[in-house]
């Protein structure tokens, strides 16, 4: 059996605590951010009415509800049971129109959630 001979170097150079001390700030930022969006953004919906008034605003628009939808991340973020809400919440709205724009199904759709998500 050989002997493994380990050296702990014990001189802690400024540069050394600084560059630790930076990889740790970072991971730790890293951390907070992705936890933060997991827990607690991705269930802040807003909901804004805005009311446009445009003379470039042809008039079939005038007096219609427009619904924009983003970043919803359903199947690794949300679940069918957020997806239900959200929808029932743009079916309380009676929009016209509804515009989906960027993210809406997350790349590990499968097949069950394909038929869950029909079923709204």
Known sequence: ?????????????????????????????????????????????????????????????RGKRIVHISDIHFGFFLGIEELSEITAEINRIKPDLICFTGDLIDDEFNGTQATQVSEI
């Open 1 to 61: 059996m050989s002997k493994t001979n380990i050296s702990l170097n014990k001189n802690l150079t400024r540069r050394n605590f600084l560059k630790k001390s930076f990889l740790t700030f970072a991971s730790l930022t890293g951390i907070s951010g992705i936890s933060y969006s997991f827990f607690f953004e991705r269930l802040n919906i807003e909901i804004k009415e805005i009311k446009i008034t445009s003379e470039r605003v042809p008039i079939s628009f």
